[in-house]
């Protein structure tokens, strides 16, 4: 069987998507990839506000096209009875409702859960929000910079001397959003087996905080006398594994203490075994920073850090480089296993886009559309599956019910977009 021949996971599931910004659009984003059908509500009259979030091309943002992509748009009014009306006649017609707006604001417009169960005792409804919907900080606006640090991990990276650092990317966010996939999933399955629906409760704060590998039980089983903080770009326990500077750029490298003989007969250096500062790991790691200096001596003695990682890839010693985004885009292993796809979007033309990770034996998951222009679908969503005529949808956007951007009619017209 072809790949485009196979079935997907979530073929049949629909969505209403409320999401807006990343958490629960990642949820969706990957739901749409493994087949399900995503309808991405989006609030009258701007839409998802990562809409306006650089990198910009042809006035798109990137980011949005990104966490969007594979979905259809409705662009409505809640704040309007007939906005609500649409939103309650949809629900009946899907299996999961996803959203991430502060808690209790879908309620106050008579579409919380229980409102919405009312309607489909069959629904599954996830929200995702900064710290949960009940607790002291429930009603305390939420978003990943904030989870980052109130979980810990700010704490935990950076320079021990330096204040503490960012992580590159929305990681609160993104990793909220993988949890997203995997609750609703298992509520998807739970519903097979029982024909009920369930309310999932997701936070960024306690999604990021079950990140923790050793960190919480260092200060739980030390009874609070070990409480980690960052150690820079060398672990303070293991060494050498960190961060090291070659001639060209930074390598990261690992070194097991069973591997330490083999190690150090690939790099040449058979003095280090009987060098009392570096005869056991616990001496190595207290005198981790002669090491780092020996090692990146070692290192740029190289004309390229190439040379060093294929003598360590040898013997099969930890090692990589630290790649930049275009290299790692442009990585040959990343091209064999089809990590990016190339989505052609209108006004745009193709752009590269990473796919969902996730590659099953006997079913496919790709991206199946490009994202979005805002309102672009709001008749096929009506018309389909509540069976509005066009006269109804007209008038509904000449009401502003309903919105859609003018570059769809254009684009339409060119027959840019069907």
Known sequence: MSHSDKPS???GV?????????????????????????????????????RFYPYFRAGQSGGYIQHNRGKLSLCLDIKKPEGVRIVKELVPKVDVVIENFSPGTLGRYGLGYDDLKALNTRLIMCSISGF????PLAHKPGVDTLAQAMSGLLHLTGDPDKAPTYVGLFIADENAGVHGLASVCGALYYREKTGRGQYIDLSLLECLFHLHDTAVQFYTLSDGKENPTRFGSHHYAVAPCGIFK???????????????????????????LDDPRFDTNQHRAENRFALVELLE??????????EPLAILDKVRILSAPVLDIGQIINHPHMKARGAMQEVAHP????IGIPKTPIHYSDTRVEIRRPAPLLGQHNADVL?????YSAQQVTELTDSGVLVQEALVAEMRQRGEIP
């Open 9 to 11: 996971v979530l073929e």
């Open 14 to 50: 629909r969505v209403l998507d409320f999401g807006q910004y990343i958490a629960a659009p990642v949820v969706t984003r990957m739901m749409a990839d493994m087949g399900a059908e995503i309808i991405k509500v989006e609030l009258a009259p701007t839409g998802d506000n990562s």
């Open 132 to 135: 949960g919907q009940d607790g």
């Open 246 to 272: 070659a001639s060209d750029g930074y390598v990261v490298i690992v070194v097991l203490e069973h591997q330490w003989k083999t190690f150090v007969k690939a790099v040449g250096k058979p003095e280090w």
């Open 297 to 306: 001596h070692w290192l740029q003695s190289f004309p390229t850090r190439d």
């Open 347 to 350: 006004g745009m033309g193709p």
């Open 383 to 387: 018309e389909r599956y509540l069976g």
